[in-house]
Nanobody, 125 residues
Framework: QVQLVESGGGLVHAGGSLRLSCAASGRTVSNYLMGWFRQAPGKEREFVAAINWSGSGSSTKYLDSVKGRFTISRDNAKNTVYLQMNSLKPEDTAVYYC????????????????WGQGTQVTVSS
């Protein structure tokens, strides 16, 4: 059974940083597309970042509004994916979800077949 467990969320002032972690079990993160999505109150879930599996070159993709501020990475030894978030803005406030899927580089949430429970990130102005 595949499980994804997020951690690292919290409350931070604008301009601050957080690092989210997604620990996986039942699936090897280096063999699948791993992504981060977020959902703010009253809004639809949106793609944030993804990293492709090792065999495809581990290419990454980002939401335009987080490029240069967020970095997705993977620690194969720990079977964990990270989202380093710097220069946080109030509009980054949301529940952040880790997800995994078998496709290459997709930003479509329906293409991911396993999801974590989410972790809250709140950025105060």
């Amino acid at each position: 059974q595949v499980q994804l467990v997020e951690s690292g969320g919290g409350l931070v002032h604008a301009g601050g940083s957080l690092r989210l972690s997604c620990a996986a079990s039942g699936r090897t993160v280096s063999n699948y597309l791993m992504g981060w999505f977020r959902q703010a109150p009253g809004k639809e879930r949106e793609f944030v970042a993804a990293i492709n599996w090792s065999g495809s070159g581990s290419s990454t993709k980002y939401l335009d509004s987080v490029k240069g501020r967020f970095t997705i990475s993977r620690d194969n030894a720990k079977n964990t994916v990270y989202l380093q978030m710097n220069s946080l803005k109030p509009e980054d406030t949301a529940v952040y979800y880790c997800a995994s899927g078998p496709f290459l580089g997709t930003v479509i949430s329906d293409h991911y077949d396993y999801w974590g429970q989410g972790t809250q990130v709140t950025v105060s102005s």
